[in-house]
T-cell receptor
């Protein structure tokens, strides 16, 4: 049981290049999320998918696009990378249990992206 | 402006010492979660608190939710090197907020020296 798997682990891009970050979960979770983590700024939500077939913008969506390919996979695409997108990117998934507060986020191990 | 302010930002202590880290806001949260993140890994959920004044214990870690549900603290007793990591708090503003849409604080980096 791998949990949430992100690829690649590290990536270096030149300004203007494009790339897709991949995320897959094997826990049959409905909801999936993409975050970026910058020093001193915590985790900021980029996009999320509450269920298969739906996606919505989070706090910082500009410069990114997402695809919920199926229930397992949620990818994040940078169409034209900029130095401001240098960050660590995390994918997460969750499922609601009984009650409002019985929900747990499971995170991948992250992708460290540098845009030169 | 960060909705959740964590303090201190950095903390370095010797093994065996006690410590407290704080998560403060001017907003009321319906629930608050604490995570620990080790270098090169994603955050891992430690606890969720939902009731004002609630105290939860997880071995040597004690979590408290403020009476007004605007703040929380994490107290570690007899810290060990394995406690080293980034501690994040995350708050949900409404009862229906998905955990993934919670507001995250900017974290406290704890280093416990042997």
């Amino acid at each position: 049981n791998a949990g949430v798997t992100q690829t690649p682990k590290f990536q270096v891009l030149k300004t203007g290049q494009s790339m897709t970050l991949q995320c897959a979960q094997d826990m049959n979770h409905n909801s999936m999320y993409w975050y970026r983590q910058d020093p001193g700024m915590g985790l900021r939500l980029i996009y999320y998918s509450a269920s298969e077939g739906t996606t919505d913008k989070g706090e910082v969506p500009n410069g990114y696009n997402v695809s919920r390919l199926n229930k397992r996979e949620f990818s994040l695409r940078l169409e034209s990378a900029a130095p401001s997108q240098t960050s660590v990117y995390f994918c997460a998934s969750s499922v609601r249990g009984q009650g409002y507060f019985n929900e747990k986020l499971f995170f991948g191990s992250g992708t460290q992206l540098s845009v030169l | 402006t960060q909705l959740l302010e964590q303090s201190p930002q950095f903390l370095s202590i010797q093994e065996g010492e006690n410590l407290t880290v704080y998560c403060n806001s001017s907003s009321v949260f319906s629930s608050l979660q604490w995570y620990r993140q080790e270098p090169g890994e994603g955050p891992v959920l430690l606890v969720t608190v939902v009731t004002g004044g609630e105290v939860k214990k997880l071995k040597r870690l004690t979590f408290q939710f403020g009476d007004a549900r605007k703040d929380s603290s994490l107290h570690i007793t007899a810290a060990q090197p394995g406690d080293t990591g980034l501690y994040l708090c995350a708050g949900a503003l409404t009862y229906n907020t998905n955990a993934g849409k919670s507001t995250f604080g900017d974290g406290t980096t704890l280093t416990v020296k042997p």
